[in-house]
């Protein structure tokens, strides 16, 4: 009869002590982030024994501003291997400078191994179309309005880092401007001039 309690009580104990310091590390800055699991992976290592089984994660992370991350992790258990990936994601976080905070300033193309994405920014009201691994970055990181097409591998990791691969490069009129020695209103003045006469020449 005293033995079962205690049995019961270690396990109990052990998670709720887990989940409170994990709870505490995602406390303060990170607190506003967000994190979405965007594939799970069970690999089997054959060992002398038989298999030994352990499970890989892919996590994307962002705060919806503009900084966006992703990581993977590799563990026995699958919450592990999710909280690896996501602490990994956290320390890989870059900035992407977004149009009206809402979509792309331009246009980009992105390739990492087999996998290659297109990404176009859009008008307002257009919303997110974008496959999983792909939408999931767009989500996190705050993109209201863009269109994506993967044309490469459908593997996710080759997605998401072929996606980051084109957002590192993007760049806004104010990056452009302080390369060039410009002001930013004579690159949006050259950036609309250029699209009205794109239109244009489509319209003929």
Avoid: C, W
């Avoid at 994990?22 to 994190?35: A, K, Q, T, W, Y």
């Avoid at 999710?82 to 900035?95: F, G, L, N, V």
């Avoid at 939408?135 to 990181?141: G, L, N, Q």
């Avoid at 990791?157 to 980051?164: C, H, I, L, Q």
């Amino acid at each position: 009869m005293g033995k079962a309690p205690t049995q019961q009580s270690k396990p109990r104990g052990g998670r709720g002590r887990r989940e409170d310091r994990s709870s505490r590390d995602g406390g303060g800055e990170d607190s506003d982030l967000n994190d979405r699991l965007v594939h799970i992976n069970r690999v089997a290592k054959v060992v002398k024994g038989g298999r030994r089984f352990s499970f890989a994660a892919l996590v994307v992370v962002g705060d919806g501003r503009g900084q966006v991350g992703f990581g993977n992790g590799k563990a026995r258990e699958v919450p592990e291997a999710i909280r690896k990936a996501t602490d990994q994601a956290k320390r890989s976080m870059i900035r992407v400078p977004l149009r009206d905070g809402r979509t792309l300033h331009h246009d980009i193309k992105g390739r990492f191994g087999a996998g290659k994405v297109v990404l176009r920014s859009a008008p307002p009201g257009t919303g997110v179309i974008a496959g999983g691994p792909m939408r999931a970055v767009f989500e996190t990181m705050g993109v209201q309005d863009v269109v994506a097409k993967s044309v490469g591998s459908a593997n996710p990791y080759n997605m998401v880092k072929a996606t980051f691969e084109a957002l590192k490069r993007i760049n806004s009129p104010r990056m452009v401007a302080s390369r060039r020695g410009l002001k930013v209103g004579e690159i949006v003045s050259r950036r609309g001039s250029s699209a009205v006469s794109q239109a244009s020449s489509d319209e003929g």
